[in-house]
């Protein structure tokens, strides 16, 4: 069977075949969860390139169930935003349990340093 990823939205074979465990929750296809995916943290490379040289589609990426990829995904796109102030100005729009929550969170990670 070939192992498949996605690298831009363009399915690449690769030699290395994914684990089948979330590196988040370290749940397991097949005893708690369907599947898993691998999130690309930053696409380093052209398509071409990639093409050329499929392996490099496997660098910086996390594999995934569902729903860590979905919150890996909102940790992207919190993190490609240049401007921090930029989030705190929407973040102080939220509704206060949401603005608790971003707390909590920043919270639990100086604790986890």
């Not at 749940?27 to 990639?50: F, L, M, P, Q, S």
């Not at 995934?64 to 729009?93: G, P």
Request: net charge positive; hydrophobic share 30%; with cysteine.
């Amino acid at each position: 069977m070939e192992n498949r990823t996605m690298y831009r939205n363009r399915s690449v074979v690769v030699s290395k075949p994914r684990n089948h465990i979330c590196d988040a929750c370290k749940r397991k296809v097949g005893d708690e969860i369907k599947r898993t995916n691998r999130h690309h943290w930053k696409y380093a490379y052209t398509y071409k390139t990639v093409k050329a040289n499929p392996e490099l589609a496997l660098e910086n990426t996390s594999e995934y169930c569902f729903h860590c990829h979905q919150i890996a995904d909102a940790i992207k796109k919190l993190t490609d935003v240049n401007d921090v102030s930029t989030i705190i100005r929407v973040l102080k729009t939220a509704p206060s349990n949401i603005q608790n929550s971003f707390r909590e969170i920043i919270g639990a990670m100086r604790r986890n340093e």
